[in-house]
């Protein structure tokens, strides 16, 4: 049986590459993604789910039934709408309601041009 992750933030280049090495590992993968034709990838086993991170309810449709979820949302430097903070609130939230213990978020804030973003 495959293992099946969820993963937030696919659109960006680390999302990107995350999706080519689960596929290439032979994971299936459903992914949360604001504007589906922003995910310039396409596979049988990539699920991509349209929805926001900021919801709740999106969040814990995609994380539901998954063996691991995979985070690294993202957004330009300037942006102040928290999607770091709130969205990755709601994944811990529904990976405990929803019994899936393994997540691994990886962030590049506070790098390049995010970090004037950190006090």
């Known amino acids: 049986m495959n293992k099946h992750i969820a993963l937030f933030g696919p659109t960006g280049g680390t999302g990107q590459s ?5 596929l290439k590992r032979g994971y299936e993968i459903t992914a949360l993604v604001r504007t589906p034709t922003k995910l310039s990838i396409t596979n049988e086993m990539l699920h991509p789910v349209q929805g926001d991170a900021m919801r709740y309810q999106d969040v814990q449709k995609v994380v539901a039934d998954k063996d691991a979820v995979l985070c690294c949302l993202g957004t330009r430097a300037a942006d102040t709408t928290m999607v770091r903070a709130h969205g990755t609130e709601n994944i811990v939230r529904a990976m405990q309601e929803e019994n899936v213990a393994r997540l691994v978020c990886q962030t590049s804030l506070g ?5 004037s973003a950190m006090p």
């Open 111 to 115: 790098y390049g041009d995010t970090a």
């Open 18 to 22: 995350l999706i080519q090495q689960a």
